[in-house]
């Protein structure tokens, strides 16, 4: 367990959970479901028996340094890794790799997000644990595939091999495709959903990247000298400015010819918009979700989050999003949701601080 390590992403701002989720307080630092744990705390919970507290590192920026240092206290400052701009996924898991492998050159790292939910998580702890026998073993880029429930334009597919055994090649990545594609994704029941979970042994991974990713290699490799010590800011900014932004799956899963999937039922959700929350939520006896001081008459399938110290009174509403978060309160019908972006964009012409 000791060369286990966990890179937890924690960067994003969460745009499509706006006004909860903002660019102060982002969503992943939010017990959005009203657990009593933060979706970044339930993430470093779960890892609870697949590596030592101290194998946990968070990528994030810097302005979100101290609130990761106040839900995760057991961190040290070298455990939490401060991007100088945000690049997309590929330059955040080189710089976990390259600051991990400096430490530890036979480390096995898993790769998780900060702000997923996973609702079996003795189930997720065994995936994992399959994940990280067979890549320690391997030269192998291993990623969880969740097993679809419905046919969803929002995810990714992965399509695999009906090899035998728990872990299975990767034929395929697809992105995000029509509804008509998804469905038969779904019915020829080789695909996978894309978790963005990944799992490599930090060999395996630096060794991908200078094969598909070289620039970026080469950026992380001559600013690893300096890791650990005071001129690592300094180095690090200067690699990104060599970093394009790219995902990790498009810039090395998609083109690597070693992608592994561990097929996985995991109760799981990416938790990126309010329908997902909604689905995910208890609901009362007229299918609301309601976190909040709130009084509903004749309303129904709605998912309410307002401050405990404000009453809401609802009356004859069906199927809206009623949020407040601080200085903003959004009412919008659920159906609507994808408009969430452009109201944050016209926000932010009111000012700064309503986003």
Request: net charge negative.
């Amino acid at each position: 367990m000791k060369n286990n390590y966990v890179v937890i992403m924690a960067g994003g701002i969460g745009t499509r959970f706006w006004p909860f989720s903002r660019k102060s307080f982002p969503k992943q630092f939010h017990d959005v479901l009203g657990t009593g744990r933060t979706l970044i705390q339930q993430t470093a919970d779960r890892f609870e028996g697949i590596c030592p507290k101290e194998n946990i590192y968070v990528v994030t920026g810097e302005e979100y340094k101290g609130l990761t240092k106040k839900q995760l206290p057991f961190l040290s400052d070298d455990q939490i890794l401060c991007e100088p701009g945000r690049r997309n996924t590929a330059p955040c898991i080189g710089y976990a790799s390259y600051k991990i492998q400096k430490q530890n050159p036979e480390a096995n790292i898993v790769v998780a997000p900060a702000d997923h939910i996973i609702l079996k998580e003795e189930e997720f702890r065994k995936r994992i644990s399959i994940a990280l026998d067979y890549a320690s073993k391997n030269d192998a880029l291993v990623t969880l595939g969740i097993q679809p429930t419905h046919p969803n334009t929002g995810y990714g597919y992965i399509q695999f091999a009906e090899d035998e055994g728990e872990v299975k090649k990767v034929k395929t990545f697809t992105e995000k495709p029509n509804l008509e594609l998804a469905k038969m994704f779904i019915d020829s029941g080789d695909y996978t959903w894309n978790a963005g979970i990944f799992v490599w042994s930090v060999s395996s991974i630096t060794f991908a990247f200078s094969k598909y990713l070289p620039e970026e290699a080469d950026a992380f490799n001559s600013a690893q000298r300096c890791f650990y010590t005071a001129d690592e800011k300094t180095e690090l900014e200067a690699a990104y400015s060599r970093c394009r932004s790219i995902s990790i799956d498009n810039g090395l899963m998609e083109k690597a010819d070693n992608v592994f999937v561990v097929k996985s039922d995991i109760g799981w959700s990416d938790l990126g918009t309010w329908r997902s929350v909604y689905e995910n939520s208890n609901l009362d006896e007229e299918s609301n979700s309601i976190d909040g001081n709130v009084i509903a008459y004749d309303s129904k399938n709605c998912v309410v989050k307002t401050p405990k110290d404000k009453l809401v009174v609802l009356n004859g509403l069906d199927g809206y999003i009623v949020s407040e978060f601080d200085n903003v309160l959004m009412i919008c019908k659920m159906e609507d949701e994808q408009k969430v972006k452009q109201f944050v964009a016209d926000a932010e012409e009111k000012g700064s601080e309503f986003v």
